[in-house]
């Protein structure tokens, strides 16, 4: 027996669709009502349930304790007010205009009571729900400190502003517009509509004038040394890279954290870098976020999150189109396979990496650490079936790992292959120690630098942790190294790159 609903059908006894979102958005609503009334402590699943009207049957059934409930409604209704109450889009050209909209947006955020009430409960519960504490950061403020940045880095690249530290700026922007609220009923200032349009103006031409630097006051950029910018083609037909790669195997953890990411991910665009590196859940969607408007200045290149769970049709498929969500964009410069896999043919891995390309979700194919047989017969399985072609491999190779010299650097050489190598390990050898204090800097800078006399090595990946990792590898293209110091370099003892 049917009942119908609103055009709807469901079995006799149960909710039509329409009804069930209903019931959730009710019992949502009720549970963040609830703890913002009682606090985290104060509040039971009863009495969630009762001013939801529900049974505590039906609440169990949807959250089996008050912490999932508490995770759950709370980051739904920041979610949700965030929908409601986005920075417009497109911003206006002009930058004062463009800061008066976002400054807008800001304020009315400040003096939202849920946000409020919610992001006291956030500070209150931090250290319980750190991850609370986390989303709230992320979904209510981040979004328009990087819609700040990406504003400034627009007209600064125009020509028209300098800015000595664009987060720091963009971060002063946001606090003295969103503090405004407070500081006005503070000083018992009644806010009115045209008092806060008034105090917003003034905000903007003080930001205008004192944290962004024109005209004659601007600072000379720091010139760029050539070898930072120089760009090679990644194989034959491939995109132009950069020399160095920005890997990102250290987002997301404890030394660091999105916001150190992100001045990672500007500083190395900045001083001419084109290529970023990444793989797994974190990593890319920290790299979704932070690229925001630069994402077309980037070759972004990724492989499947679970590098051993083979390379058959759906699960390369299946990876991709993750990656993808991850990454908020609609394709992926460089998809590479991350490791080899005998069992499945590789006329079936060829034709799924094909179908992509063709899909337009996919530029270019490489591969990692694909022994030189297996990579020769891949390339001969493209070749007679005219499908896309590997125009990389990734593969370490430095002071410590030599092998490819055997068989790898020949293939590549005659089939058009370029070489990406990961960064050089931690090196504390007497030998190397001793020409890099000759040659005044790192060891890690000395071992980057050889990587990159290499004439196979089209880019090397740098997976640093904080600005001052990355700023010694961006110094390391510049590093001459002297012909008696290489040539000791050459003879430094290698391991083999696999196992």
């Not at 739904?76 to 930058?95: F, K, M, N, S, Y």
């Not at 989303?135 to 990406?150: C, D, G, K, L, Y």
């Not at 009644?190 to 003034?202: A, F, K, L, S």
């Not at 491939?238 to 987002?251: I, W």
Request: aromatic fraction near 4%.
């Amino acid at each position: 027996m049917d009942s119908s609903a609103n055009g709807e059908r469901s079995r006799a006894g149960r909710p039509t669709s329409s009804q069930a979102a209903r019931l959730a958005d009710r019992l949502r609503r009720a549970a963040v009502n609830t703890f913002l009334e009682h606090g985290y402590d104060g509040t039971t699943m009863e009495a969630v349930a009762q001013a939801a009207g529900i049974t505590k049957s039906t609440l169990y059934a949807r959250y089996p304790d008050k912490r999932t409930l508490f995770m759950a409604v709370s980051s739904w209704a920041l979610t949700r007010q965030e929908r409601h109450d986005r920075v417009p889009e497109p911003l206006p050209g002009d930058l004062a205009a463009a800061l008066t909209v976002i400054a807008r947006s800001i304020v009315a955020r400040s003096v939202d009571p849920d946000i409020v009430r919610l992001s006291r409960m956030a500070i209150a519960e931090s250290e319980r729900f750190p991850e609370f504490a986390a989303n709230t950061q992320a979904v209510t403020w981040s979004p328009r400190i990087r819609v700040i940045m990406e504003l400034i880095r627009r007209h600064e690249r125009a020509g028209t502003v300098a800015v000595r530290d664009v987060e720091m700026a963009a971060e002063q922007f946001f606090a003295m517009v969103g503090a405004m609220p407070s500081w006005l009923a503070a000083h018992g200032v009644h806010r009115t509509p045209e008092v806060e349009e008034q105090h917003i103006g003034h905000a903007v031409e003080l930001f205008l004038n004192g944290l962004l630097v024109r005209g004659s006051r601007a600072p000379a950029p720091a010139p760029v040394p050539s070898g930072r910018t120089e760009v090679r083609p990644l194989g034959r037909g491939g995109p132009l890279v950069s020399r160095l790669a920005l890997g990102t195997a250290a987002f997301g953890t404890r030394d660091c954290d999105e916001r150190t990411a992100a001045r990672l991910v500007h500083r190395y665009l900045d001083a001419g870098g084109n290529v970023i590196d990444t793989s797994g859940r974190v990593p890319e969607e920290i790299c979704g976020r932070v690229l925001g408007q630069r994402r077309s200045e980037v070759v972004l290149a990724t492989r499947p999150a679970d590098e051993h769970a083979g390379n058959g049709r759906r699960r390369i498929i299946a990876a991709c189109e993750a990656s993808l969500r991850r990454l908020q964009t609609d394709h992926i410069d460089l998809y590479q396979l991350g490791s080899d896999d005998p069992a499945t043919p590789l006329e079936e891995t060829i034709d799924a990496l094909d179908g992509l390309v063709r899909a337009g979700k996919v530029l270019y194919i490489g591969v990692a650490d694909f022994p030189a047989y297996r990579l020769m017969k891949a390339l001969s399985v493209s070749d007679r079936q005219e499908k896309a072609r590997f125009v990389s491999l990734r593969s370490r190779y430095d002071l410590k790992a030599r092998t490819l010299e055997r068989e790898h650097l020949p293939l590549l050489e005659e089939e058009g292959v370029g070489l990406i190598t990961d960064g050089p390990p931690a090196i504390d050898d007497a030998p190397v120690r001793e020409a890099a204090a000759a040659l005044g800097c790192t060891t890690a800078r000395l071992s980057l630098a050889w990587q990159l006399t290499r004439p196979p090595v089209t880019a090397t990946i740098i997976d640093a942790r904080t600005i001052a990792d990355l700023e010694d590898a961006l110094a390391a293209p510049n590093l001459q190294i002297p012909t008696d110091i290489e040539a000791a370099l050459d003879r430094f003892p290698s391991h083999p790159p696999f196992g």
